[in-house]
């Protein structure tokens, strides 16, 4: 139980475009979703708290124009880069809280965004 | 404000020796704690997780102790394998907020 699947694993897209990254908690409900950057041989950065019904809550220094996040079910949340620039290229991860209290967090395998 | 410090890496080992990887941890009240492990090209993984003082979570051999009055959640394994070799982040979820703190991540490389 408590698998989170993204989609897709992997994109590469020209600069000014914009990329759409999905996250679905497959068999759980989750009301808090979370997305994270990771760069290289770093730890994880988060970048935004998704509440499901709500406005994303955004971690200081995250723009929030640029990276549109939309939590419109219990299982899906989406985070949209907008006009995608190379600085934007790394390794997207989203996490959902799991069902239980105490229980952690349960993250997805993670997309590799290469902005050209 | 709560925070996680965690023991620089890499950190490098043959098989078969013991390891240890030092967290220590900054909170108010009473925070639950967490190692996670991300192996190479994997998502990341809960390996263990403790939710009160005294707690021991363990799981695939990997053991850690929350002790409140060090305020340290050290992993230990008493015998490594080649398998083992990913980077381990330790993460601690505050009594109010549903944010993980993270460690900055520890790699370890196991040599046959």
């Known amino acids: 139980g408590a698998v989170v699947s993204q989609h897709p694993s992997r994109v590469i897209c020209k600069s000014g475009t914009s990329v759409k990254i999905e996250c679905r908690s497959l068999?759980?409900?989750?009301?808090?979703m979370f997305w994270y950057r990771q760069f290289p041989k770093k730890s994880l950065m988060l970048m935004a708290t998704?509440?499901?019904?709500?406005?994303?809550?955004?971690e200081q220094g995250v723009e929030k124009d640029k990276f549109l996040i939309n939590h419109a079910s219990l299982t899906l949340s989406t985070l949209t880069v907008t006009s995608a620039h190379p600085e934007d290229s790394s390794f997207y991860i989203c996490?959902?809280?799991?069902?239980?209290?105490?229980?952690?967090?349960?993250f997805g395998p993670g997309t590799r965004l290469t902005v050209l | 404000g709560n925070s996680v410090t965690q023991m620089e890496g890499p950190v490098t080992l043959s098989e078969e020796a013991f390891l240890t990887i030092n967290c220590t941890y900054t909170?108010?009240?009473?925070?639950?704690l967490f190692w996670y492990v991300q192996y190479p090209g994997e998502g990341l993984q809960l390996l263990l997780k403790?939710?009160?003082a005294d707690d021991k979570g363990s799981n695939k051999g990997f053991e850690a102790t929350y002790r409140k009055e060090t305020t340290s959640f050290h992993l230990e394994k008493g015998s490594v394998q080649v398998s083992d070799s990913a980077v381990y982040f330790c993460?601690?979820?505050?009594?109010?907020?549903?944010?993980?703190?993270w460690g900055l991540g520890t790699s370890l490389a196991v040599n046959p």
């Open positions: 996490s959902a809280r799991g069902p239980a209290a105490g229980e952690g967090q349960f």
């Open positions: 068999d759980f409900q989750a009301t808090t």
């Open positions: 998704s509440n499901e019904g709500s406005k994303a809550t955004y």
């Open positions: 909170a108010t009240g009473y925070p639950s």
């Open positions: 403790a939710t009160k």
């Open positions: 993460a601690l979820s505050g009594s109010n907020n549903r944010k993980l703190i």
